[in-house]
């Protein structure tokens, strides 16, 4: 079982900048891959980024050159900073980490962009 709990979320102005947290209760070193991904209200969960063994860093479209993924290997944390946030990156942010066959997901954190 692994254990992630994120933090970091809340309200921001447009343009303004977030930075997000995810905690992990193994280490990163043993995971297939670790990433960020999103739901907004009536819409369907999407990646927003990830860095796995096989493919390397993934951004999704909407974000690219905005955000950015990374890890701290020795706190076994991921983080996502987040710049030039936009009304339409409101959402629910979800960390979640690949270990073999298994997805685990954290509880979430809100980020809400306001005009």
């Not at 819409?43 to 390397?56: D, F, N, T, W, Y």
């Amino acid at each position: 079982q692994v254990y992630l709990v994120e933090s970091g979320g809340g309200l921001v102005q447009a343009g303004g900048s977030l930075r997000l947290s995810c905690g992990a209760s193994g280490s990163i070193f043993s995971f297939n891959a670790v990433g960020w991904y999103r739901q907004a209200p009536g819409k369907q969960r999407e990646l927003v980024a990830s860095i796995s063994h096989e493919s390397g860093t993934v951004y999704g479209d909407s974000v690219k050159g905005r955000f950015t993924i990374s890890t701290d290997n020795v706190k076994n944390m991921v983080y996502l900073q987040m710049n030039v946030l936009k009304p339409e990156d409101t959402a629910v942010y979800y960390c979640n980490v690949n270990k073999g066959r298994l997805n685990y997901w954290g509880q979430g954190t809100q980020v809400t962009v306001s005009l």
